[in-house]
């Protein structure tokens, strides 16, 4: 079925679209002009010839939502979504005749060497009359809406699979027996993916999740770990300067996705999943996953993604350095720059399953130390990757319905899939139901999510191995994302595995166990455990600077036997991933257990023991061994610790209370952080970023007093009305990855309301610069 167009919706006022046209851009189109008529070819005086074309910029990209890309605001494209129409006004040299001149619409691929009908990249429009219909969804289509004397109206559809790309328009004229003429469009035009599109195979029903997942500039990660979650501010900024641009590069330049690929919303989040890291293809960032950061920013130090594309575009080499959080949040800011929608997910406790065997597999030696060289899975405390929002015509149908909906897609480089260092589309509704052989690498999602730990005690390569424990609530926990249009966390544990212990829990993990073919998973489905009678005990809410302690529950279950345990607590600091940094206690112990009775083992930790040995996000792995005199019993287990940060404070007008933020106008912002640890801070640095601001703002603090206050003050001049967020971080030489956000409304200037019964326009829109991002 065709679609029909109702696009009613006027340009404005000749004078006001030509000045939607910056001069260096009037001036190129007015030189092709007048060298093309300058010099026109043998017998074609009297072919129609195009003197300028109006794009009509405004409206236009308040059509198509995209009024917020810097090169919108600043006149230097046209940037409009695909299967929706967009209007053109053509200015020819003398008037129109619909019984005499040909006009057709020239569209190719800007950096495609060899444009073809057949691959969908050189596109000839023949516009008909009238724009009732602009032909069937899936086909470019042209239709005039108006004519008047030497001005003609047009709307132009690209498809709903039009390549997301950048294009080019040629105008050719032709008028029988005389010859043709061409003109060269001199801006480009970017067609993005259009998820307000029925057709697209990016849609987005939810009106509010548009707004989070395309429009909106600013969000949350959660970091920490699964007992001390911890949100941080992210600057998306798809919408600053050269991001699109980038972005739009990045396919072709990068993910190498041809010309005529780049609409199919599967291969293009694949390409990201790879181009974003660079361990492959010299991608946008390089992860570091040591403590050493000399060359380039620290993971931690970065407040957002346009620095980082920005620096990529203009450098064309890959930006150091980067950890998970970053990998994910500059895959967002590409993802929604073309319009796919995407949000960010944090899983706690996720598994690095590098065997396959969707089992995380520790090795114990004789000393209960875990072996390092044999133990190469891995948990990290946290791990972050995406979901983008697309229908997968490509799986079909399956027992659970279509595999629609959100797809994983993960830049942090784990693993090589298909020779390449990337992970999905992952199709969510797949890794719920163990489906681990579905395109494109749910196996590995599974794992990350839903896998189960293995303790083995291992005591030579030539000896058989001893399965210690099994804990099959270790992985997958709190599965996180920044709740639509509130700044909060909604939980989506849910949509990736059934309640831990449920019967549907364990159903789908032996599904997904029988269709992996490791030997470790094919050990454990053969295979029984004991029960566990330790508990370890850590209290969740101990800041930076403070001791704790670590307990350890011990109780004898028998009604009648006496039981003697001897082990060992140890405190270590680690990495996020988990990896060991480096040892902060250990404590060994011995119990006599009376009958139903139940034992405490105290280790205290204080912050001189921590504090030169933590790292920078403050994680600690605390892990405990126990054996059970005169039986075979043995106990082990690991927990992750954070210790809690504190947070940056903003204030604006220079006053506690809440002082208006008006569009366009300037206003005292303060920055405020409380120094939490014993001893002085020195070389503390405020960075600063939020909306209007090209560059982050950096102040310096030379040092901070034990219970001291860092503050830094600027001015600020929020760009348009809506909503904004102000993203601040703080290092110190003692300190680091201390962040905070200021989330605010921005009302609009009296003089940019434009009334509802202005003469000049059909509804009450405010424009760009104080347009309203809601």
């Known amino acids: 079925m065709g679609q029909k167009f109702s696009y009613v919706k006027k340009c404005v006022s000749n004078d006001e679209c030509c000045k939607s046209e910056p001069d260096g851009a009037t001036l190129r189109m007015r030189n092709v002009n007048a060298n093309f008529l300058a010099a026109p070819a043998a017998g074609s005086a009297a072919v129609l010839g195009v003197r300028r074309v109006e794009l009509c910029l405004e409206d236009n990209h308040a059509e198509h939502h995209t009024n917020h890309f810097y090169a919108a605001a600043a006149n230097e494209a046209l940037i409009v979504r695909r299967g929706e129409p967009f209007r053109l006004r053509i200015h020819f040299n003398r008037e129109y005749s619909p019984s005499k001149d040909a006009i057709s619409f020239i569209f190719s691929v800007a950096d495609d060497a060899k444009p073809s009908p057949g691959h969908g990249t050189l596109n000839a429009l023949v516009p008909h009359d009238g724009i009732d219909y602009l032909g069937d969804a899936l086909e470019w289509g042209a239709g005039i809406e108006t004519h008047e004397a030497n001005m003609l109206t047009v709307l132009i559809k690209p498809p709903a699979t039009c390549p997301v790309t950048e294009w080019r328009l040629d105008i050719d004229t032709k008028l029988q027996g005389e010859g043709s003429k061409s003109y060269q469009l001199p801006l480009p035009i970017f067609v993005l993916f259009n998820p307000w599109c029925m057709e697209d195979q990016v849609y987005l029903a939810n009106r509010e999740q548009r707004k989070e997942y395309v429009m909106h500039d600013t969000t949350l990660i959660w970091r920490g770990s699964y007992n001390r979650l911890r949100p941080s501010v992210w600057k998306v900024g798809q919408f600053e300067r050269h991001v699109l641009e980038c972005s739009l590069r990045l396919l072709g330049t990068v993910g190498r996705i041809p010309p005529a690929y780049r609409g199919d919303p599967v291969r293009v989040a694949r390409a990201l999943s790879a181009l974003v890291n660079s361990v492959d293809d010299d991608g946008v960032l390089l992860g570091n996953w040591t403590e050493d950061f000399s060359g380039g920013t620290a993971p931690t130090k970065w407040t957002g993604s346009p620095e980082i594309l920005q620096q990529f575009h203009k450098t064309q080499k890959s930006v150091k350095f980067a950890q998970c959080w970053n990998f994910s949040g500059v895959l967002a800011t590409i993802a929604r720059a073309l319009g796919i929608p995407c949000r960010i997910i944090t899983c706690y406790s996720s598994a690095h399953d590098t065997q396959a065997s969707l089992t995380v597999d520790v090795f114990i030696d004789a000393q209960n130390r875990k072996l390092d060289a044999e133990t190469t899975d891995s948990i990290w405390n946290y791990h972050v990757w995406n979901e983008l929002w697309m229908q997968r015509p490509d799986l079909g149908i399956g ?12 830049a942090t480089p ?95 993990m032996l599904k997904a166990l029988k269709q992996s073919r490791h030997a470790f998973s094919r050990y454990y489905l053969n295979d029984n455990f004991n029960e566990v009678q330790f508990e370890l005990q850590l209290k969740d809410d101990i800041k930076v600077g403070e001791s704790f302690s670590v307990v350890l529950q011990v109780s004898n279950k028998s009604k009648e036997r006496v039981h003697q345990a001897s082990g060992q607590l140890n405190c270590d600091a680690v990495t996020y991933t988990g990896a060991s940094n480096q040892e902060v206690k250990i404590m060994n112990f011995d119990l006599d257990l009376k009958p139903e009775s139940t034992e405490h083992v105290r280790m205290e930790v204080s912050f001189e023991n921590y504090y030169e040995k933590l790292s920078s996000q403050a994680a600690f792995q605390i892990s405990v061994s126990c054996t059970v005199k005169d039986t075979d019993y043995e106990y082990i287990a690991q927990d992750d610790f954070r210790v ?89 030489k003692e300190l680091e990855d201390v962040d905070g956000y200021k989330h605010y409304e921005i009302e609009p200037r009296p003089e940019d309301v434009l009334q509802p019964n202005a003469s000049h326009r059909s509804s009450n829109i405010i424009r760009r610069r104080t347009d309203v991002i809601a």
């Open 644 to 732: 809690r940060k504190p947070d940056i404070k903003f204030h604006f007008g220079g006053q506690e209370e809440a002082v208006p933020m008006v569009a366009q106008k300037e206003v005292d912002v303060i920055v405020r952080l409380v120094n939490p640890l014993p001893i002085p801070l020195h070389k503390g640095l405020f960075t600063v970023e939020g909306p209007g601001i090209e560059q982050p703002l950096k102040f310096k603090i030379a040092e901070t007093p034990v219970g001291g206050t860092a503050a830094a003050t600027f001015k600020y001049v929020p760009p348009y009305a809506g909503r904004g967020t102000l993203v601040a971080k703080f290092t110190a």
């Open 414 to 508: 784990q693993e090589a899939s298909d020779n390449m260092y990337r992970v999905g589309p992952a199709a969510v509704l797949a890794v719920k139901h163990g489906e681990i052989l579905r395109p494109f690498d749910c196996g590995f999602v599974y794992s990350e999510v839903n896998a189960d730990k293995l303790y083995w005690r291992y005591n030579g390569p030539a000896q058989p191995l001893k399965l210690l424990r099994k804990d099959t609530l270790a992985i997958g926990h709190l599965i996180s994302t920044k709740a639509v249009l509130k700044w909060e966390r909604e939980d989506i544990t849910d949509s990736y595995k059934y309640a831990e212990r449920s019967e549907e829990e364990r159903s789908y």
């Open 399 to 410: 027992q659970f319905g279509a595999y629609d909906g959100w797809q994983v897609v993960d």
